[in-house]
């Protein structure tokens, strides 16, 4: 099992920054893939960006790229998100797959953490 802490979230203007960390702990997270997925509501849970722990490999949806960086410390998954824009406002996921191959499908992962709010004003 591996148990995920997002925090980060909160409250900014247009154009401004936030960085998301999420906490893992549990089994050892060197062999997984971790990733980021938002959820607006009335939306479908959407992928933003993962990291392969163990390769140091990266991902973004079109929409993060350039503007978002996923990044990985000790046990902590990091999401820098910069010039962030309204359509960015959502519910953040913190996830963990189980695999070494890196997914954008929220169904391809195992963990899930329990979310943080972004909410950008403009």
């Known amino acids: 099992q591996v148990h995920l802490v997002e925090s980060g979230g909160g409250l900014v203007q247009a154009g401004g920054s936030l960085r998301l960390s999420c906490a893992a702990s549990?089994?050892?997270?060197?062999?997984?893939?971790m990733g980021w997925f938002r959820q607006s509501p009335g939306k479908e849970r959407e992928f933003v960006a993962a990291?392969?722990?163990?390769?140091?490999n990266s991902v973004y949806a079109d929409s993060a790229k350039g503007r978002f960086t996923v990044f990985n410390g000790v046990n902590t998954l990091y999401l820098q998100m910069n010039s962030l824009k309204p359509e960015d406002t959502a519910v953040y996921y913190c996830?963990?797959?189980?695999?070494?191959?890196?997914?954008?499908?929220?169904?391809?992962?195992?963990?899930w953490g329990r979310g943080t709010q972004v909410t950008v004003s403009s």
């Open positions: 996830a963990a797959d189980d695999s070494a191959v890196i997914a954008n499908h929220a169904w391809e992962y195992d963990f």
């Open positions: 549990g089994r050892t997270v060197r062999s997984l893939v």
């Open positions: 990291i392969s722990w163990s390769g140091g």
